[in-house]
């Protein structure tokens, strides 16, 4: 969110998200470091550091949010109302105007995520709007779904799911439990889902990120599940979903960064995945 923010200080043609939340919605300390960057010499250092200790993470970053915005957008237009957030964070995309003003939201993640965002919303706004249902679980643990249906979600409805940046910090059994509730989705429902590459999970190859799979992969290991772009349809198809397009690096620059005269790098080792419910 830090990043979204730092987006917001460049020229609105230039900029890939416009996202003017993502600043009131950060702890003190990023707000802090956001008002630093102000300063054009400033930011620019800063996004040198972080492209020599991550090569294209910020990019993929930008992209892969601004490509959920599109997708998101398009649902709504073809009259899907029901979004649901799978690991919401700081997300700012509920709260939005005029967007998602006539949809109901439901902002899942951990409880102490959601304890945040409570908070921030109070803060911000005097309540939690009535459209959005904050639902803290743990997707670990089994009874999560029980949690979403308990605050309201139903399959009755056409819905949206959102699951960006989270399918890598959860194992494969549990990456499969999600999807075996997503398989009770209603015919026609959508859903745009993140994953890192395989390969870059095995230590294959590290797309000059070597530094990040040492963390992620050897060190501190907080990174578990990953998928091969082919395998995708197949994987998923599993659940009754269909693949409908899978974005990465070339399309990010395509569609996002060349019409705006961006030259950032754009990691490699992340993939987004548009698809559509086929059966109920």
Known sequence: MAQIALEQFFPEYQRVVDD????????????????????????????????????????????????????????????????????????????????????????????????????????????VPTRVRLVPVDFNNREWTRVLKDSGYSTDQRSFFVWEGVTQYISEPVVR???????????????????????FMDGVKTYGLEALYRRARIQEQFWHFGLRPEAVSAFIGAYAWSELEQVGTCEYRERYLEPAGRTEAVMEIERAVLAEKTAS
């Open 177 to 199: 439990r999600v999807f075996e509730f997503l398989a009770e989705a209603r015919q026609g429902s959508r859903l745009v889902f993140t994953y890192i590459i395989k390969d």
């Open 20 to 127: 003017e939340l993502a600043y009131q919605f950060m702890p003190g300390l990023l707000k802090l470091l956001v008002q630093i960057c102000r300063l054009r010499l400033i930011r620019q250092w800063m996004f040198r550091i972080s492209e020599r200790r991550a090569p294209g993470v910020r990019g993929g970053v930008l992209c892969r949010k601004r490509y959920i915005d599109d997708k998101l957008k398009e649902s709504l237009e073809a009259g899907i109302s029901t979004i649901v957030i799978l690991g919401s964070g700081l997300d700012t995309r509920a709260y939005r105007p005029p967007a998602l003003s006539a949809a109901r939201v439901y902002e899942v993640d951990l409880p102490a995520n959601i304890e945040y965002k409570r908070r921030k919303l109070l803060q911000l706004y005097g309540t």
